[in-house]
């Protein structure tokens, strides 16, 4: 037998990766591997900037000797994308049993003029040829055929529903290596919360107290401030203020009753006014995940991890993976929506660039659920709000929040992260 497969490569190589390990997949029932045979070749078409990509994906999906890589001069350029393909059909597959093409990525006119050159190859060779694309909705591929209604697979069973979940898994570490992003391995091996004898109950309490908690976050905010543009007048108040919140509240913090700022570290004292200002909710929401993590099954949970893309880092709160489906979360103490939106917008983008239109992204915040019902500034500072923001720009489908009305309560929480994460 002689198989090929042809996948354009676009700006976000996971949907390439889906497509070959999927064809690759021991698990395949083996008349559905008749239909769409396992490839024996490969070929990957790309332009200049999206070789890097194809690269990574003939190193993370093993296909050393089996892949040719097409580079196009301008993928928008009918006669360059015909005659480099035809080209390479005609080294590779002259005598093929079945081409396969799958055009899920790369520009439309890669997939027009790829799709136009195959077929017509195909025909003039009497070579099966086999269409397809990824459906985002569904998990699955989707084969094209003129004669019969849309072909969907993987087939779902008398007994179970399948999709491209039971077939394909990846990790956080070839998420991002697939994307070109550099990794510090420190960092991908957090995987437990980052001050483990925290009580982040407490903090929780103390600092969404109505009125009680908006003075201390306000302290914090000062403090931090302070720090950061390097103003230490008040550095001695300010670690007493502290340490006083650390043992009236029970925060769990590593600060003994004795310490003054002279014996304390300079360093420490500042990870903690960061830890307070905010990075203690995102231990406080990965406990929670890791708490139903196996029921949820998640392929993998990591918090903080921060990868770089061309020498710039980028910082994610809390990362899951669900098979392939990537969910990023991004957390705030804010409960001021236009930090609220800029959050969410950066959280889709992310989640986006390194999960595509599967990935999911949540915005984790302190806005209430709905409106209070007063007539003030404040109104449309919640959450419903938000989703409505979110739906005018198309993001509905892709996103979602978790309120502070949620995180108060530790049921609705748990119920409204199995909703997240269902299938």
């Not at 083996?30 to 332009?47: A, V």
């Not at 994308?81 to 002259?94: F, Q």
């Not at 914090?220 to 103003?231: S, Y």
């Not at 670690?239 to 009753?257: H, P």
């Amino acid at each position: 037998m002689n198989n090929a497969l042809i996948c354009l490569i676009g700006s976000n190589p996971l949907p390439n990766y889906l497509v070959c390990q999927y064809l690759n997949s021991d698990n395949r029932d083996e008349e559905e591997k008749k239909f769409i045979p396992k490839p024996d070749k490969y070929i990957f078409l790309c332009s200049n900037e999206t070789t890097i990509f194809a690269e990574k994906l003939q190193e993370k999906c093993q296909l050393f000797d089996k892949l040719s890589i097409v580079k196009l001069d301008n993928e928008r350029n009918p006669m360059d994308i015909k005659d480099k393909l035809s080209k390479k059909l005609n080294e590779i597959a002259r005598d093929a049993d079945s081409i396969h093409l799958n055009y899920t990525g790369g520009t439309k006119p890669m997939a027009v003029h790829s799709y136009q050159c195959v077929k017509e190859f195909c025909g003039a060779k009497a070579i099966r040829f086999i269409a397809s694309d990824v459906s985002d909705e569904k998990s699955k591929i989707i084969i094209e055929s003129d004669r019969t209604d849309v072909i969907y697979y993987p087939q779902d069973s008398i007994d179970s529903k399948k999709n491209l979940y039971n077939f394909v898994e990846i990790d956080c570490k070839t998420l991002f290596e697939l994307h070109d992003m550099e990794l510090d391995p420190e960092r991908m091996r957090r995987t437990t919360s980052k001050l483990l004898d925290v009580n982040h109950d407490k903090i929780f309490e103390a600092l969404t107290k109505e009125k009680e908690g908006e003075e201390i976050r306000n302290k914090i905010n000062e403090i931090k401030e302070r720090i950061k543009n390097k103003n230490l007048e008040k550095i001695n108040q300010d670690f007493e203020i502290v340490k006083k919140y650390n043992i009236d509240y029970e925060f769990g913090l590593n600060i003994d009753k004795n310490a003054t700022f002279e014996s304390y570290s300079k360093n420490k004292f500042r990870a903690i006014i960061d830890y307070l200002h905010g990075k203690w909710l995102e231990d406080y929401l990965f406990k929670a995940i890791y708490k139903i993590k196996d029921e949820l099954r998640l392929s993998e949970l990591r918090l903080s991890v921060k990868p770089k893309y061309k020498g710039r880092e980028c910082d994610i709160d809390v990362i899951a993976i669900k098979g392939y489906k990537l969910y990023l979360f991004s957390c705030t103490t804010s409960n001021d929506i236009k930090i609220c939106k800029s959050k969410a917008f950066e959280a889709i983008y992310r989640a986006d660039q390194l999960g595509g239109s599967h990935a999911k992204a949540i915005c984790v915040n302190f806005m209430p659920e709905k409106p209070n019902g007063k007539k003030s500034k404040e109104e449309k500072n919640n959450n419903e709000e938000l989703l409505k923001d979110m739906s005018s720009f198309g993001a509905k489908m892709n996103f979602d929040y978790i309120s502070l009305d949620i995180l108060k309560d530790e049921k609705q929480l748990e119920e409204k992260l199995k909703a997240i994460f269902k299938d």
